[in-house]
């Protein structure tokens, strides 16, 4: 066996191992290339890394990347809603929920108060339905988070910045376009540990 026909095969290997990752990665990447350079000539050679067929990946429900993004997506929406930022939640949530949430929102400003929100872990995070098309998923999160309601000068009004709420809430997600997906539901129940 010579070197030539070693490195060959080496490189073989690393692009079916490659091929294997991005099917398993489940993700719409442009093909991706590779460039070797033979150690005889010196030539450069470059090869393209075959993605899976999009129309296959598309059927397929990844729920581990949509646990992932539900995460993401509560961590950024309850610090949008403590900070107020309107814009950012009219952007993810549907009417009727961003009606509720605007209206505590506004409440809170006009009385001049402010809302500290720390997320401190996810305890655990669980789909408990979801439709036949995955196109509405409702997932239960539980969090350890502290929550206070500061008054104008600062001072603590509601809460306890030394005791972490443990935080069980259900959200529905609802696909509205490819990949694009708005809350439509929330609940939320606070346990104090």
Not at 89 to 103: A, G, R
């Amino acid at each position: 066996m010579t070197l030539e026909t070693l490195a060959l095969g080496l490189v073989a290997v690393y692009l079916m191992w490659r091929l294997y990752k991005a099917i398993l990665k489940d993700t719409q990447k442009q093909p991706e290339k590779i460039r070797l350079i033979s150690k005889e000539t010196g030539e450069i050679v470059e090869m393209q890394i075959i993605q899976p067929d999009n129309a296959k990946k598309n059927t397929e429900w990844n729920k581990a990347a949509f646990i992932d993004s539900a995460k993401r997506a509560f961590q950024q929406t309850l610090h949008s809603f403590a900070v107020g930022n309107l814009k950012d939640l009219k952007n993810v949530l549907s009417p009727t929920v961003y009606k509720l949430f605007e209206e505590d929102i506004l409440n809170r400003q006009n009385s001049k108060n402010k809302m500290d929100f720390s997320l401190i872990c996810f305890d655990s995070v669980d789909i408990i339905s979801k439709s036949p098309k995955n196109d509405t998923v409702t997932v239960q999160f539980i969090t350890e988070q502290i929550n206070l309601l500061k008054n104008e000068q600062g001072e603590v009004i509601e809460g306890d910045p030394m005791n972490i709420a443990i935080m069980q809430d259900t959200w529905v997600f609802q696909k509205m376009a490819k990949d694009n997906w708005i809350i439509t539901a929330t609940h939320s129940q606070a346990h104090h540990a």
